[in-house]
């Protein structure tokens, strides 16, 4: 039976996300970004199409690199202004019933404890439709909003993560026994004290003394998402994630990432198989080949190859500005992200890329494929990623918004589904539930799950 095939729609509380310039577009709306109205009817139209959720990316800095000031950042609007993506949720819960939620929240600048319950609170509201995207931050800028000089070295930050998971996972799986609420208005006692315990973390960068705040959950851990694909992030993926997305121009250079992680999980003790594998891509999709060709002509009109190229400079920590628009890029090692510059620079080492190219690549979907066309044409493409890869499904970013969705849902799902491809209807339960079937809470091979233990230790005295 062929793999089916798993759609998150890749968005941010922001104007210019992925595809910088296209906020001009007639039909766009991201200017409606802080309006509850747009997230409202995009959540919508994701759960018509089945999408298994909506994505939402979060940086805390503005992209500075380019220019070495913010100067571009603004007049692009690329990912500035942009507010906060958790307080979007509860209003698209409200308004759909099964669309899971990712949220990127950065672990550096958000104290454990309160963060904790902020993400158990989000799991109560939605019904247990909640997911956190781990991610440690690349911006010297937002470090220094927060009060620090300058960002953590790269290997660094994922080794105070560590430390973080260890104080979030005792505080959402340890904290409150499954019984703790009793609600006995006989009695008079909502929670039985002796089913709460006051969780002591002493790490090396994190400490906890303190009962956590929240009663359980219906997942208790939010499902975990996480993106890194340096050798400390797939390390780290590989202990912790149960979604991964990444990001490359090519099935080749996915294939590779994809094993190395499943690899990498199953040292760990994991079910490789239970870790599901996303990239990143964009679809223009029309009737016909011919149309789909002519959108994506009308789209790059309004292609902003400045705004990319600040987007790279943050993503990277090179200042594009100060290369010549026909130079080489060249991969250069720094505490940026380590990613975006390698899958331009090493993805085929028959090509080399050109500064102009690379913003014209990135202009439109980011550092991911764009792949266009009818919805045969991107359905065969689509297949052979996952086919090819052992992807589980895709990440998909927008150019107009929120035709791109639209259009997805409208031509590309129907196409899958007639292929046996892509669900007919959502499972029930929690978000975990949707994607993995079985429990709502961490899998027992989940380095989570540990901490569930203490209750079962007391329970057998």
């Not at 990316?57 to 603004?74: I, S, T």
């Not at 781990?134 to 009060?147: E, P």
């Not at 002509?297 to 790279?312: F, I, N, V």
């Not at 969705?405 to 007639?418: A, G, K, M, N, T």
Request: glycine share 8%.
């Amino acid at each position: 039976m062929p793999k089916p095939i798993r759609l998150n729609a890749f968005e941010m509380n922001c104007v210019a996300h992925q595809s910088p310039g296209l906020w001009r577009h007639p039909r766009d709306r991201s200017r409606d970004y802080k309006k509850l109205d747009y997230w409202i009817d995009l959540s919508k139209t994701l759960e018509r199409g089945l999408f298994d959720g909506l994505f939402l990316a979060d940086v805390l800095g503005v992209y500075d690199v380019f220019g070495g000031n913010a100067e571009a950042a603004l007049r692009h609007g690329t990912q500035t202004p942009v507010n906060d993506p958790l307080l979007l949720v509860p209003a698209m819960a409200t308004a759909t019933s099964h669309l899971g939620f990712g949220v990127t929240v950065n672990l550096s600048y958000e104290p454990p404890y309160a963060f904790a319950r902020r993400m158990s609170t989000l799991d109560h509201l939605t019904g247990g439709r909640i997911g956190w995207n781990i991610v440690t931050g690349y911006l010297d800028s937002a470090a220094q909003g927060a009060g620090k000089p300058k960002q953590t070295a790269h290997d660094d930050r994922y080794a105070i993560a560590e430390d973080y998971m260890t104080a979030v996972y005792k505080l959402w799986e340890e904290s409150w026994a499954d019984d703790a609420v009793v609600a006995d208005a006989r009695a008079g006692v909502f929670t039985d004290p002796s089913r709460v315990r006051r969780i002591r973390h002493d790490g090396p960068h994190f400490r906890i003394d303190a009962l956590h705040l929240s009663e359980p959950s219906p997942q208790r851990t939010p499902v975990l998402y996480q993106a890194g694909t340096s050798p400390a992030g797939r390390d780290f993926a590989a202990r912790h994630a149960e979604c991964i997305f990444m990001s490359g121009p090519s099935r080749k250079v996915i294939a590779p990432r994809v094993a190395a992680i499943r690899e990498a999980a199953a040292r760990l003790g994991r079910d490789p198989s239970g870790i599901l594998m996303f990239t990143l891509l964009t679809v223009i999709v029309a009737p016909t080949d011919a149309e789909a060709q002519a959108k994506l002509a009308e789209y790059r009109r309004y292609a902003d190859p400045e705004g990319a190229l600040t987007l790279m400079s943050g993503w990277t920590g090179i200042d594009f500005s100060k290369l010549d628009p026909d130079a080489i890029v060249q991969h250069v090692e720094n505490e940026a992200g380590r990613s975006a510059l390698e899958n331009i620079t090493r993805a085929d080492p028959d090509r080399t890329w050109t500064v102009r190219e690379v913003a014209e690549h990135v202009s439109i979907g980011g550092i991911g494929p764009v792949i266009v066309g009818s919805p045969a044409t991107v359905a065969d493409e689509l297949e052979a990623w996952v086919d090819e890869t052992g992807i589980d499904g895709f990440n998909l970013a927008f150019a107009v918004r929120p035709e791109t969705f639209r259009d997805v849902v409208d031509f590309l799902v129907p196409e899958l589904q007639r292929r046996g491809r892509y669900k007919t209807a959502y499972r029930k339960g929690t978000l975990r539930e949707k994607l993995f079937g079985g429990s709502a809470r961490l899998p027992p091979d989940h380095t989570g799950a540990n901490y569930r233990q203490v209750w079962q230790a007391i329970e057998a005295v």
